[in-house]
């Protein structure tokens, strides 16, 4: 599942692709631009815009294009609601897609990152991911707990 988000929902854009999901935002002013590249990258357009959705109903269904209208303006409530309505497990596939770029993360052994992050990281991790697009190195520690607890908060609220 891909998505397309106003890019005044930048938090939103981020713990998407913690979560793994394959995520790129555009200025919501270009509402066409909006809409060919969700249609051709099929993918779900997130917005918080009623206007968007109500002036541009007609083109979405025509065009096949799925779109959820965000309520909320706290990220966690986003997330919440984008899990329920559309069946995620955002748990499950977190750590696979790279927070800056986008771009798909492998896995990397301990050898090949000596040196390469810091003494006391590497002491204490074992597992390592690297973009393979700009090349950043990710280990469980940083982002995968905070969104592991923040995934369990807003499961239990
Ligand atoms: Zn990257």
Redesign the pocket.
């Known amino acids: 599942m891909k998505f397309i988000v106003d890019l005044t929902m930048g938090k939103l854009v981020k713990w998407l692709r913690i979560a793994g999901y394959d995520t790129v935002f555009y200025n919501s002013v270009e509402v066409d631009r909006i809409i060919e590249i969700a249609s051709k990258e099929g993918r779900i357009i997130l917005t918080r815009n009623s206007n968007f959705i109500k002036r541009r109903k007609k083109t979405l269904e025509e065009r096949g294009v799925q779109y959820l209208l965000l309520a909320s303006e706290i990220v966690d409530m986003q997330l919440r609601d984008i899990a329920a309505h559309f069946m995620l497990n955002l748990k499950k596939n977190s750590f696979t897609i790279?927070i800056?770029?986008n771009?798909p993360l492998t896995n990397i052994s301990k050898e090949d990152v000596a040196g390469k992050v810091p003494e006391y990281v590497y002491q204490n991790y074992s597992e390592f991911v690297q973009?393979n697009?700009?090349?950043?190195i990710f280990w469980a520690g940083t982002h995968k707990k905070r969104m592991d607890d923040r995934i369990a908060a807003i499961l239990e609220n």
């Open positions: 790279c800056d770029c771009k973009c697009s700009c090349g950043k």
